[in-house]
């Protein structure tokens, strides 16, 4: 299936319940705060950590390629009492209608574009949608194998109306010289009778710094520092970085 397309359906529907951690919007906010806005979080899924910084007053538009997903912000957006403007897009096509001071991802998003052809049009996008003296931030992290005892551990929750819902590992696909990792993960919703089952690749790309540098620098952006999510340096084969991006001069 397309990349793309991985959050929907279903999966949409079960991944908040499901969803081992929430962001923490503590390195977002105070990037934000210090590029100023306005600012635009690529891939905002369902709204962490986006829904906290519009909290906060932050100015922050949301872009997401799941129509499924953008359904449940929007949703979350109203019982919180909190606006904000999403767009229906792939963040390797942004087509928007204002630049920004600030663009960022949160978490490993980046790692779900399937390819480096695919993530050098996503950074053309960030340039162009940024203003003159606009930064963005990326982070990455290089994926760890699921351990083997992990494939076909079920975790499971309770969802609306009582419904048990589940998701498992089936099986995992790594390709070092491809630099991917491609996990089959069966989701299923059980209530009474009525079962929903479906199985999905989940695919994610990784970059070594010197990579996504070079990418970054065909975009026509330079990176200004690499830090660890809190903001500290980082050595050089650390494996979990923000990227800070600036237009090229």
Known sequence: MDPADFYTGIVAELYGPLKSFTQDPEPYAAFVERAGVPALELGCGDGDPLLELRRRGLEVDGVDSSADMLERLRRRAGEQGVTADLFHQRMESLD????YRAIFLAGPTFTLLPDDATALAALRGIRAHLTDDGSALVPLFTPEPTPSDRIGHVRSA?????ADLRVS??????????????????YERHHGPDVSV????????WYPREVFEELAATA????TA?????????????????????PAT
């Open 169 to 186: 590992v089936v099986s995992e696909r790594r390709d070092e010289a491809a630099r991917t990792q491609t996990t089959l993960l069966r």
């Open 220 to 223: 026509g952006l330079t990176v």
């Open 158 to 162: 309770v969802g609306p109306g009582g």
């Open 198 to 205: 479906t199985e999905r690749p989940w695919l994610l790309h």
């Open 96 to 99: 928007l209608p204002r630049r």
């Open 226 to 246: 690499v830090t660890d999510p809190d903001g500290a340096p980082v050595p050089a084969d650390a494996t979990d970085l923000h990227v800070h991006l600036a």
